[in-house]
């Protein structure tokens, strides 16, 4: 039988940023990936800060950049609140909030998939994709058996990580479910090309009529574009004709250049999803450990899972190449981390949900209210920068029950 250190279930963005660095500190590492071919299925384009701090960390983040990955450098909230120049005048300098990062990075998350698992095979991992069935064993002698197109082989090894998304059979397998927050908006996201006249070092989000948008230049001309709306509209950007939908629903008259955005051509398909959270506080088991979506997943509102996904993998990684790597309760650091970030984010979603995304009378009358406090102290507002600084770097106390009915309330 085949014997490794680590079989990663998943080869991703999060199961090749692991394999791929645990392979350069000389760990014997075999990733399952299913696909034969990554596919745009409307994902993550835009890295956190703090996420690309990770990524540093990890040693994946100048074959990023050196795949096209694209550094933004402010950040302005257009709303239908704001007139464009007052929000213009709050422009926050997006390259200068963390202090280890040049600021948030957009990649195409296909280049971003294929770039981090070419890295991990170049690394030396063993990269096996087109696998259809596998089927773990966790305990202290943890086994997996692979059926790929011809044949069912066995594999030993010392640890399993399920890196295999928000749908995880590792996570089916081990009887974990997750919880959920209700869903009352979904998200539907578009790649656009040829976007003459939107600064390439701009992005932008906010609340416009009955979307909540956001802009994500992916540099040569190219952006990433998602819009919350409301559940009650599920079909609204559905069908062959969802892009051109999608796009006339960009012509915001409060977001300067947003025109050029409704005459781009989309060069993706136009797909929706829940705006979410769902978690788990289990993320590990004797002889496996989640990561990344499969851990459980942010609402995407604030673009926060692949900074998630990153931080899961450098915490996995420095834990398994730590002095002591296979003792029991390795991973109990992670699982309390990851339980206090994923709590503290899915504040920040919510807040961003409220301000953002809410399209009924009375969200609207909370959001003005949110608005009018935040004008008279602007520190309250603090809360939407953890989605830079990472959640970690924000005090405590916005995070209490309480914080976003006072901010919110009548
Ligand atoms: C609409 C939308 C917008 C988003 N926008 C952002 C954003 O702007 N910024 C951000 O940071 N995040 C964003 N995210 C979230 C981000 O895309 C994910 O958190 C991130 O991709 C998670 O990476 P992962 O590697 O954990 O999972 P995935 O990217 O899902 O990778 C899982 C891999 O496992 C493979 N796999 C699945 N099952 C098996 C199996 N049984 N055997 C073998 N392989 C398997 C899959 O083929 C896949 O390659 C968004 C998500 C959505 C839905």
Request: overall charge negative.
């Amino acid at each position: 039988m085949q014997r490794v250190d680590v079989v990663i279930v998943g080869g991703g963005v999060g199961g090749s940023a692991l394999g791929g660095a645990l392979a350069q500190r000389g760990l014997e590492v075999l990733i399952l990936e299913r696909t034969t071919e990554f596919e745009d299925r409307v994902r993550g384009e835009w890295m956190a800060p703090w996420g690309v701090a990770e990524a540093m960390s990890l040693g994946c983040y100048e074959a990023l950049v050196a795949s096209g990955g694209h550094h933004l450098k402010r950040h302005i909230a257009y709303d239908e609140l704001a007139a464009p120049e007052d929000a213009a005048a709050r422009t926050i300098p997006i390259d200068a909030l963390h202090p280890g990062s040049p600021g948030p990075l957009c990649l195409e998350h296909v280049r971003m998939q294929n770039t981090l698992i070419a890295l991990a095979a170049e690394s030396g991992a063993n990269v096996l994709r087109g696998v259809h069935d596998v089927t773990i064993q966790a305990g202290t002698s943890p086994r997996v058996s692979i059926r790929s197109a011809s044949e069912v082989s066995d594999v030993a090894c010392r640890m399993i990580v399920g890196a295999d998304g928000r749908t995880s059979s590792v996570r089916r397998q081990l009887g974990i479910p997750l919880e959920e927050d209700p869903v009352d908006h979904l998200i539907a996201g578009l790649l656009i090309d040829q976007c003459e006249g939107w600064p390439e070092d701009l992005q932008a989000a906010g609340k416009a009529g009955d979307i909540a948008y956001l802009v994500f230049p992916q540099g040569r001309g190219q952006i990433r574009l998602y819009a919350d709306f409301d559940l009650a509209d599920r079909g609204r950007f559905a069908g062959a004709d969802g892009a051109q939908k999608l796009l006339a629903a960009f012509d915001m008259p409060c977001v300067p250049h947003s025109e050029a955005i409704a005459k781009a051509r989309p060069i993706g398909p136009c797909r929706t999803y829940p705006s979410q959270d769902a978690w788990t506080d289990r993320v590990t088991t004797e002889g496996v450990v989640l990561i990344g979506d499969a851990a459980g997943y942010n609402d995407p509102i604030i673009g926060q899972g692949l900074s998630i996904t990153m931080r899961d993998a450098r915490f996995v990684a420095d834990l398994l190449t730590s002095r002591d790597p296979w003792r029991e309760g390795l991973f109990a650091p992670y699982a309390d981390e990851r339980r206090e970030r994923m709590r503290r984010l899915r504040t920040v979603a919510a807040y961003t949900t409220r301000l953002y995304a809410r399209f009924d009378e009375s969200g609207l009358a909370g959001r003005r209210r949110a608005f009018d406090r935040i004008a008279k102290e602007p520190a309250k507002a603090l809360l939407a920068l953890a989605a830079f600084f990472g959640p970690e770097n924000v005090p405590a106390d916005y995070f209490r029950p309480g914080f976003l009915d006072e901010l919110f309330g009548d």
